[in-house]
Every structure is written in structure tokens, then in C-alpha cells.
């Protein structure tokens, strides 16, 4: 892997990361002795080196030296201070603070309960096998509703926040529990409802039982929360069994673990066989010399009933002196449907989509779509691991929040760089201040070089998550700066809103340096050899395994580029990237009346046409393509057999490698028709008299090409490697299946050349209508048919395929029926 730093100027050697004692060197200078002068400028400069190497290590874990983006948080915003800001699971509140006190449910079925622990549901696993799960209704701040469809039954979580008090108020979740059909009416559930401090929280929990009540409650004091207590309430249904547990856990990443391993299994003498599952109580080591008990940082009350049946949970701050009423029963049916009913016109307002004339149903299922995405807003803590070639091995970054959507709950629920700038564009639209918090934590993780890491995996939970090898970030690695597009769409379509609030044009102002390093990043490290052209860095050019390396920084992971990456590769999608933010720092330079010429001039360069033509654009197929070394002849074979003697078998169990057929050559990568060869007109640098347009609308609709009636497939069926695997063990990723945020991409610069003045524009407003229906259509027809939103719809079927529930950048369809682009 190549580094194309440029060397520090040597006054950087004196800054405070010079660090490394320069005593080491002398011992060199003996033979020049009686050149003293000359032996203190070689020690110098030795020290120097040294200190210079030093000051380069520490540099990818160094944050970026200017005003912090985040200047509110924790409590000073205490309307956002308390949320369903644990994307990971299917119901847990937690507040914004680096180490919080957590809630969340786990529940089971008794009669499906397997001894190891199979059958208890608590983060969101695709093994779960649920019918369907999801918000159906959040606002981002006060409330939310989900639906839970677990076989037969239907588990409705839902919250409701209440200011009060000056730490975060109060909030009350209501559980309930319903069959569908009678047959498995009185069947028995299990709720597990927990509340946990993780280890670095300061404070205390212990279970406590309030006056007659059957559950065991909670009461503690933190921090941040000061003292409070959570209760139960409101149980309507036939109660079964209570009890609860009171213990240590290792850490949030084995809560369910600690509970498995606690339950207890009791036949009941009177009944015979018939058997209980109840936790037992206090279980805490004792500690020290005098027996003291250890303190618990978990409690969990569990409670068995028979189906239907409902509970209440509500945290209540011991702050708040003058509540006038617990939010429970009525008082909490009666704010949640106020809150429901702001969002329902609040939803309209924004999105009129019973305007535009859909039906009842459709519209149902956008909010579903948006509401998962903004109730997968999660808030996280700690310090990725990154790696720069200066390291040795691995190091911490430094520890940092992030509050960020997530892309999927069950398969990535943490932050990913390329997929937030997609998601900024629907939650900019509901709520302009998320979104401005969510970039301001998404910079503040830039690092002194301007780079950001691009997989945000932040605490104990994420982390396990995520296999080892996929955990270290390097910082000569890129993703997609598609923060550009969230700000390109917030200027077009905010511009008001960020002038006429107080504290927006403040944000803009902290962030301008920012994108500016981030720029100079890209800018720098991300360049090609010939003048305007891009490469991304971070392909393996020595794999064998690989059919065609991949480019993961790219965002497109195994998209077919060159077969043989080298120096004079380009991307014609970074290359494009890199347009639109020089356009979008100019344009913010202008709102913010700085000078911004440097970027005008670098966008007018880039987006130039004969030189992107140049660059480009291939003659032969009359399309945009990469260029590099490549041919097309490769494939995917066993490795012959070693030799062995006769008579032994020799078992097949080498990987295959990869065999070229024919040498490389550099040229156009142009065989490979599909979502990088649209990148120009996608990003709106197309010009709109140019009869390539004409071309690009051409192919479009061509289903020899992209064209299906589910929405564009990422390459053409003509393509070498469309639907081909990357190794025996990489089935096709971004070969073939329709995915729904290039899709909108296509969709907006379509409406982009349909408005605007072109011999074309009639032809684009066509392809328009009939992208925008096949897509809605598909979308809905597969979240009817299989209860969720997918990563990726199968190019064949239009069926829903990979993660799901997938209500990262797939909810953009929302957008697509509200026509904001
Ligand atoms: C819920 O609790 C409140 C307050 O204790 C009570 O007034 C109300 O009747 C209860 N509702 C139900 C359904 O039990
Ligand atoms: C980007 O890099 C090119 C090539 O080094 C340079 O000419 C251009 O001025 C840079 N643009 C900005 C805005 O710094």
C-alpha cells in the first residue's frame, strides 16, 4: 500500500510530541568528535528524526486542533438527554452520557426456552426469526412506538418522556404483549425489564420494593441522574410469577449471559412436574475481609404471565419535586396520543404524502421506514482502534461520543461514515438540530490529519459485535465523504431555516475548518498521478484469492475496478466526490462570507467536462469507466494438486486462486457497466446539453444494462463479473442487486435534468416517473410481504435479500415518495 504523505516541515520536530529522549543518539557521535559543531548538528538532527518519527506515531491518534463541534451535551440538552439510544437492542433507554444508566427488556416464552438460553430475545439477532420488528412511530425526542411480531404473538413497546426536574425528567415505556388469533391465548411470557450501570458510571442501583407493589423496583442515584427510581405498574393481565435478580454483570456486552446463567429452575412439590423459571433474588459475592457485600450494577425484574398482557415501567427523577402525577394509565395513554397525533401532522407537514394521493397503507409504511431510521438513532462511547504505518500494530484512538443513526439494528448497529451522509438527508428533513448534532459528533472524531475513521465500533456492546479482524481503522483509508451530500441538501433545501435559528450558523462556522482538513485530506492523500484524477487507497494489489481486489474504502466493497491495482489507477467516483465538495465548501464559505476561491476554482477544474471526458470517458463503450491496469480474463480455480506418491489420495482442500488469462494492459475498466459508470451524472457534473446525457438515459433504461422493474442493479448483466463470487467465500455484493441509495442518487439527478434547461429533459422527467414507481412499489411489496426493509433487493425477483431490518439508507424510498431530493 502506497502512502503519498508529503514529508512535515522540520520546524513540526519541536512540537510537543517530540517526546522521545535524544540521549540515545550521542552514543553515534564519538567518531566525529573533533567536530564539535558538526557533532551537535548530527545529533540534533538524529533527535530530531526521532522526535519527528515520534510526533509522526502519534499523529493518526492526535484530534484534529480546533474548537470542539459538540459544546452541548449530557444535560444541557436535556430534551435529547434521555432515548431509545440503544439501536442494538429491541427496547433499552439510556441517556447521553459517556457511561449511563441503562434499561432495557428481554423476554421469552417459557415453553420455548431452551436450557442453554436459546428462546430469550434481547439484542436484535436475524437468528431470532421475527416476523417483523421495527418503530412504527419516533420523533427523535419525546416518544416512540414499536411492534414486535414474535410467532404468534405481538409485543408493542412503547415510551414517553416528561419534562421535569433539571436531570432529564422522567419517562415512562409501556410493554404489552397480544396473540394473534385465540389459539395461543394464555400462554405464558416472560419479561425480563433491567436496569445496569456500566462499570465507569459513578453511583448505585439496588432493587427496592415501593409499598404493596408485586414487582420489585429499582432505586440509585448517578452522576448525572442524580437519585431516582424505576417502578412497575399498571400489570393488566393474570400474573404468574414475579422475581427478581440483584447481581454484578461483567459488562453490558453479557447481560444476558449474567441472566442466563442466574435463572432457576423450580418443580413445584404441589404441582408435581410443572416447573418455574424465577431469578434468585440477591446473588452477590461477598467481598473483603469483613464479608462486606459487593454492590450490584444490575437488576432485573422478572415478571410470567399469560398472554394478553401490559406493564408499565417508569423512571422517575428524584429532581423533579412538584410532578403532578405519575406518568402511568390513563395519564400516559393520554400523552402518548397527544404525541402521536403532533407526529401524524407532523409527519404530513413535512413529507405530504396524503397530499400527493397516497393510500392510507403506503403511508403507514413510510413512517415505519422513517420512524426505525430515527429510533436507530443510537448514542455510543469510547475509542476505536486505528493504525497508521507509523504505528506499531494497533493503537487506541482517543475515547469519544457519537450519536449517529445506524444502518441496520440487528446487522450494524453502529456508525458507518459513508452510510450517515444518506441518512442526514431524511433526518434534516424531520429535525434540523439532530442532524446538526449528529454531524457535529461525527467531526469531532477527526483526527489532526483530517481523517475520519469509517466504522465507528465505540464500547464494550459494539465491539462485541464486530469480528477482530474488521476492528482496526487505517488512516490511509478513505469512505464516500457523503457528509457533502448531507450539506449540499440541507443548503438547498434549509437554506432559511439555517439563517433564521439561533446557534446553525455557529455549527456551520466550527465545521468550516473541519471540511476544510477533511478536504485537504482527501485532496492530498487520495490523488491520482495525472492532473483531476482520484484513487482510492486500500486495495490489496498482491491478493491472489480475490477475482477482482476490493476497494472497500469506495463504499462499493467488491464493485469490479481494475483488475490490478498500481499508481495509475482512477476513480471516476472519488473524482466525483471530490466535485461535489468543492462545490458545497465554496458554497458554504459564501454563506459564511469567507473566501472560498481556492475550492471554486478547484471545482470549476474537476468539473470541467472535456477534462472528466479526458480522464473518463470511454470511446469505445461511449461511457464513464475507471481506468488502470486490467483485463478482463481472470478467473476463480483450484490450485493443481501438490504431487504424491501413487495410490494416496490427496484431499481438495486448497482455497482457489485467482488465474490470469491474459496479461493486463492499461485502458478503460469500461466492460463493467453499473452504478460507478453513472457517478458524473449523479452527482449532477454532467453537462445538460451534452449528448452523453443523452447516452447515460440511454443505458439507464437498457435491461440488457441496470434496468429492472424493481430499480437499478448495481452492474450490468453484461458485465464480467455480474452476480460473480469475489472468492470461493464472498458471494456478489455489489454485482448485480438493486440498492436503494444509489437508486435515489439516480432518482434526484433525474429530477435534477428533468428541471433543468436540456434538449433531454423530457426523457429524464419519463425515466423519472417510471424509476420512482418501480422502486416505491417493490419496496412496499416486499415489507408487505416479509414485514421488513432490506439491504438489497434481488435484481431478478425484487426480492428483499441480506440485512434486514435495513432502515439505514433503504428508508431514503421515503424521500423518493415525498420528492425531496
Ligand atoms: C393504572 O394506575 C393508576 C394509578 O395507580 C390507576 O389510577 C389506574 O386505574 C390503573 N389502570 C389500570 C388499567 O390498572
Ligand atoms: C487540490 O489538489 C490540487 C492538486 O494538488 C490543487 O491544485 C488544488 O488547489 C487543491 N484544491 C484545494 C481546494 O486545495
Redesign the pocket.
Known amino acids: 500500500m502506497a502512502r503519498q504523505r508529503k514529508p512535515l516541515p522540520v520546524d513540526h520536530t519541536n512540537s510537543r510530541h517530540s517526546k522521545k529522549s535524544p540521549s540515545k543518539t550521542q552514543v553515534n557521535g564519538g567518531i566525529f568528535l573533533y567536530w564539535r559543531q558538526g557533532l551537535v548538528v548530527i545529533c540534533l538532527v538524529i533527535a530530531g528524526v526521532i522526535g519527528y518519527m515520534g510526533y509522526l506515531e502519534t499523529r493518526v491518534n492526535t484530534p484534529f486542533d480546533e474548537q470542539k463541534m459538540v459544546i452541548k451535551s449530557g444535560l444541557d440538552v436535556p430534551d435529547r438527554y434521555w432515548g431509545s439510544y440503544r439501536p442494538g437492542l429491541y427496547f433499552g433507554m439510556k441517556t447521553r452520557d459517556p457511561y449511563s444508566l441503562v434499561t432495557g427488556l428481554m423476554w421469552y416464552f417459557p415453553h420455548q426456552l431452551h436450557p442453554d438460553g436459546g428462546g430469550i430475545r434481547h439484542w436484535c439477532e436475524d437468528g431470532d426469526n421475527l416476523d417483523r420488528y421495527g418503530w412504527i412511530e419516533h420523533d427523535g425526542r419525546t416518544f416512540g412506538v414499536q411492534e414486535i411480531e414474535d410467532g404468534p404473538f405481538k409485543i408493542t413497546t412503547s415510551f414517553v418522556k416528561k419534562p421535569g426536574g433539571r436531570r432529564g425528567g422522567d419517562w415512562t415505556a409501556r410493554i404489552s404483549v397480544t396473540s394473534q388469533g385465540s389459539q395461543m391465548r394464555y400462554e405464558l411470557v416472560s419479561f425480563l425489564l433491567y436496569s445496569a450501570i456500566e462499570e465507569k458510571t459513578k453511583g448505585w442501583i439496588k432493587p427496592s420494593r415501593f409499598g404493596n407493589q408485586l414487582l420489585t423496583g429499582v432505586t440509585g442515584e448517578t452522576d448525572g441522574l442524580g437519585a431516582f427510581t424505576v417502578k412497575f405498574?399498571?400489570h393488566?393481565g393474570q400474573v404468574e410469577d414475579v422475581s427478581y435478580l440483584s447481581t454484578i454483570t461483567e459488562g453490558l456486552h453479557v447481560l444476558k449471559e449474567t441472566v442466563i446463567t442466574s435463572l432457576r429452575v423450580i418443580t413445584d412439590p404441589q404441582k408435581g412436574i410443572q416447573k418455574r423459571i424465577i431469578l434468585p433474588g440477591e446473588l452477590l459475592p461477598s467481598s473483603g475481609a469483613e464479608g462486606k457485600r459487593a454492590e450490584p450494577n444490575l437488576v432485573v425484574t422478572q415478571v410470567t404471565a399469560r398472554v394478553p398482557f401490559e406493564l408499565e415501567m417508569a423512571f422517575e427523577s428524584g429532581s423533579y419535586f412538584d410532578r403532578p402525577g405519575?406518568l402511568?394509565?390513563?395519564a400516559y395513554s393520554r400523552e402518548l396520543s397527544r404525541l402521536q397525533d403532533d407526529f401524524h401532522h407532523k409527519f404530513e407537514e413535512k413529507f405530504r404524502l396524503e397530499a400527493k394521493g397516497y393510500k392510507p397503507d403506503e403511508i403507514a409504511f413510510a413512517k415505519a421506514a422513517f420512524s426505525n431510521l430515527l429510533g436507530g438513532v443510537g448514542y455510543f462511547y469510547g475509542a476505536s482502534r486505528v493504525e497508521s504505518s507509523y504505528t506499531r500494530g494497533p493503537v487506541p484512538y482517543w475515547k469519544a461520543p457519537l450519536y449517529s443513526a445506524v444502518p441496520s439494528r440487528s446487522f450494524f448497529p453502529r456508525g458507518f461514515l459513508w452510510d450517515e451522509g444518506f441518512h442526514g438527508l431524511l433526518i434534516s428533513s424531520w429535525d434540523l438540530d439532530i442532524e446538526l448534532d449528529i454531524i457535529s459528533h461525527w467531526f469531532d472524531l477527526m483526527n489532526v490529519e483530517g481523517w475520519i475513521p469509517r466504522e465507528q465500533i465505540l464500547g464494550q456492546e459494539a465491539l462485541s459485535k464486530v469480528p477482530e479482524q474488521f476492528v482496526t481503522q487505517r488512516n490511509t483509508n478513505a469512505n464516500p465523504p457523503t457528509f457533502f451530500l448531507t450539506l449540499h441538501f440541507i443548503l438547498q433545501n434549509f437554506a432559511d431555516k439555517l439563517t433564521e435559528k439561533e446557534g446553525h450558523l455557529g455549527t456551520l462556522e466550527r465545521l468550516y475548518p473541519r471540511l476544510q482538513a477533511w478536504f485537504d485530506w482527501f485532496n492530498g492523500t487520495q490523488i491520482g498521478d495525472l492532473s483531476g484524477s482520484y484513487r482510492w487507497r486500500g486495495r490489496d494489489a498482491l491478493t491472489k484469492r480475490e477475482l477482482n481486489p476490493v476497494t472497500l474504502t469506495s463504499g462499493l466493497d467488491d464493485y469490479p475496478r481494475a483488475s490490478h491495482p498500481d499508481m495509475n489507477e482512477r476513480h471516476v467516483d472519488l473524482r466525483c466526490w471530490i466535485t461535489l465538495a468543492a462545490s458545497t465548501i465554496s458554497e458554504i464559505a459564501r454563506i459564511l462570507n469567507r473566501n472560498g476561491q481556492k475550492y471554486g476554482n478547484t471545482y470549476d477544474y474537476l468539473a470541467d467536462n472535456s477534462l472528466l471526458n479526458e480522464l473518463h470517458w470511454s470511446p469505445r463503450t461511449q461511457s464513464y469507466a475507471d481506468f488502470g491496469l486490467h483485463t478482463d480474463a481472470v478467473v476463480l480455480k483450484h490450485p493443481p494438486p501438490p504431487k504424491s506418491p501413487p495410490g494416496h489420495q490427496v484431499p481438495q482442500n486448497t482455497d482457489k486462486i485467482r488465474v490470469v488469462l491474459k496479461d493486463p494492459e492499461l485502458r478503460f475498466v469500461d466492460s463493467s457497466f453499473g452504478y460507478v459508470s453513472l457517478f458524473p451524472f449523479l452527482l449532477q457534473i454532467l453537462d445538460p446539453a451534452s449528448p452523453k446525457l443523452n447516452k447515460v438515459l440511454d443505458d439507464l433504461i437498457n435491461p440488457e444494462l441496470l434496468w429492472t422493474n424493481y430499480g437499478l442493479r448495481s452492474l450490468a448483466k453484461t458485465a464480467p463479473l455480474y452476480m460473480k463470487r469475489n472468492t470461493e467465500h464472498d458471494p456478489p455484493y455489489w454485482r448485480g442487486p438493486i440498492w436503494i441509495n444509489l437508486n435515489y442518487m439516480v432518482v434526484r439527478a433525474l429530477d435534477h435534468y428533468s428541471k433543468t434547461d436540456s434538449p433531454y429533459r423530457e426523457k429524464a422527467k419519463t425515466i423519472y416517473q417510471e424509476l420512482k414507481q418501480n422502486l416505491i412499489k417493490n419496496i412496499i411489496k416486499e415489507y408487505r410481504r416479509t414485514g421488513y426493509i432490506w439491504e438489497q433487493y434481488n435484481d431478478k425477483t425484487g426480492q428483499g435479500q441480506r440485512s434486514r431490518p435495513f432502515t439505514g439508507w433503504s428508508s431514503l424510498v421515503v424521500l423518493i415518495m415525498a420528492e425531496i431530493y
Open positions: 405498574y399498571n393488566s405519575s402511568i394509565g390513563e
